[in-house]
């Protein structure tokens, strides 16, 4: 370890000097460092992110990378008079200016005093071509060692000598940070008005940012977002609506609620700007996109003949619903923010199951083979059982619980479990049985509808749907010996497992669930 007060007192006291004898605190040799053996951890913006990529690339978008800096002049041109109170919101770009430095007779003395090999010729060539842009800044240090013939430490002192260095203020450009992708989108399709087919479907993901006054739960100054424009001779905002709902519904927001703005941003044309929003865990309402159709005035001032749709979905509030988050701050920075506390009953409703049956009519056939399973649990192998021979999906469908090793039940004894959270804890548990701590865990925790078997039932219901869909003949799933929840269809949100890890508590849903379920497709 690095003696971290002494190296902060000799640096303060001496920054080049102790620079250079850190030297000493670096081992040559010996191998200390082995990588780990697993796989890192992502992070679940850009695991959000990649699954919106691959959505929205099957239905068809191209992808673009949009250029983060542009001239305030675009968002003058897009927002009209209202664009003083937006481009209060943005960040303009500053830089430093090149001084000019002049080498007076005392600093002569000093120089040489520092370094005799210095050469105020020399010196004075590299200050000007620093001036004049042909030396970049990063490379003013190596110039120094190279041309003078001087160590870093020499380098350094040298520059202090010229206070002119330190004193520079930045001088603000009228180059902008994206604050709105809407900012890029308008020269962008601009551009590609006379060179692509239409209809142009794109979208993009990437930083924006935002001069907002705090940061809190939902905002921050910094987000990862996503944006889509639709480019076509004519759209309507039956339209919009229309493409609205599907690219949510692919999304993951099958129930959406669109409410159009009180006041409407004059980007957009009057009356179709909108925010979507959906129903969080808890039941609240909270906005995850907003979009609208482009003002015909604002595209004319790019030369844009055409309509315009966009749409922006929120990444992270995506995460914040499905991951159960009532904070940004908490997993886009985890590093800085603590973990808020949740009791069980918080846990219970973060858990459920991965995929479902998207129909009434899937809905009904897992309830119908939920109830067979359970009727027919006892039976031995090698035994087959028909549970369903009837029309599902316009097809003939037959559906079969099957066991093939001998002696062993068509369930095993843990299919049957049911999951409670308890401390902190989530445990599967049977109804009945086991020691005195599931008794207690039983009678004192928090229990879920949440069961191993309709865990396994539904995400067979659910391939049998994909299966018919993408006219496959047959399907078969058999579960063993359960370990993790993903064996089961079970889900637990990203924020609930962070905090079970951060509390050292556990996640015990395991077990010998052993079924068998095969789905046979006729025409």
């Known amino acids: 370890m690095y003696p971290v007060g002494i190296l902060k007192k000799e640096a303060e006291e001496d920054f080049y000097k102790a620079w250079n004898n850190s030297k000493k605190l670096i081992p040559l040799k010996g191998l200390n460092y082995e990588f780990p053996k697993r796989r890192g951890e992502s992070h679940i913006l850009y695991d959000y992110e990649e699954k919106f990529r691959q959505i929205l690339l099957n239905m068809g978008f191209d992808e673009l990378i949009l250029k983060p800096f542009w001239e305030d002049v675009h968002v ?47 010196l004075k060539n590299i200050f000007r071509d620093y001036k004049m842009g042909k030396i970049d800044p990063g490379d003013l240090m190596e110039e120094l060692v190279v041309k003078l013939k001087i160590n ?34 308008f020269p962008t399709l601009a551009s590609m008005v006379k060179n692509k087919n239409l209809p142009v479907q794109l979208f993009t993901t990437g930083w924006r940012f935002r001069r907002e006054q705090k940061e809190d739960a939902t905002h921050l100054k910094a987000h990862y977002n996503s944006s889509i424009v639709i480019m076509n001779k004519e759209l309507s905002l039956e339209d919009a609506e229309n493409i609205t709902r599907k690219v949510m519904s692919a999304l993951g927001f099958p129930e959406v609620k669109i409410v159009y703005k009180e006041h409407n941003a004059v980007y957009y044309a009057p009356g179709t700007d909108f925010e979507v929003f959906a129903e969080t865990s808890g039941g609240k309402m909270l906005e995850v996109a907003d979009g609208g159709l482009y003002s015909p005035i604002s595209l004319a001032k790019y030369g844009i003949p ?84 009837d ?87 058999r579960v063993r010996m359960v370990k993790r929840a ?13 905090y079970i890890t951060s509390k050292k508590a556990v996640i015990s849903l395991k077990g010998p669930v052993f079924i068998g379920i095969k789905g046979i497709i006729k025409d």
């Open 391 to 477: 029309e599902f999906m316009n097809k003939k469908v037959v559906v079969e619980f099957f066991e093939p090793d001998k002696d062993e039940t068509l369930l095993g004894s843990a299919a049957l479990n049911k999951v409670i959270v308890y401390n902190g804890n989530v445990y599967g548990l049977p109804d009945k049985g086991l020691n005195e701590e599931a008794v207690l865990i039983r009678k004192k925790g928090v229990k879920t509808n949440i069961t191993f078997l309709k865990g396994i039932i539904n995400s067979f219901v659910k391939q049998l749907e994909n299966t018919i869909i993408n006219n496959g003949k047959e399907l078969e799933l």
């Open 152 to 185: 870093s430490s020499e380098a350094g002192k040298i520059l202090s000598l010229f206070p002119e260095m330190e004193a520079l203020k930045p001088v603000p450009s009228n180059n902008t940070l994206l604050s709105h992708f809407t900012t890029a989108w």
């Open 486 to 498: 993903s064996e089961l269809n079970i889900n637990i949100k990203r924020a609930a497992k962070y």
């Open 306 to 389: 055409y309509s315009v749709f966009n749409l922006g979905p929120s990444l992270h509030r995506t995460v914040m619903i499905k991951e159960g988050y009532n904070d940004v701050r908490n997993f886009t920075y985890p590093y800085e923010y603590e973990n808020i506390e949740l009791t069980d009953k918080e846990l219970a409703g973060m858990i459920h199951y991965d995929s479902e049956p998207s129909t009434e009519e899937a809905r009904m056939l897992a309830e119908i083979l939920e109830k067979k399973a359970i009727e027919n649990r006892g039976k031995k192998g090698p035994v087959s059982v028909k549970v369903f021979d």
């Open 76 to 122: 003058k041109m897009q927002y009209g008079p209202e664009a003083p109170a937006i481009l209060d919101r943005v960040y303009y770009t500053a830089s430093i200016p090149r001084p000019d430095i002049g080498i007076s007779k005392d600093r002569e003395k000093d120089i040489k005093k520092i370094s005799k090999k210095a050469t105020i010729k020399v």
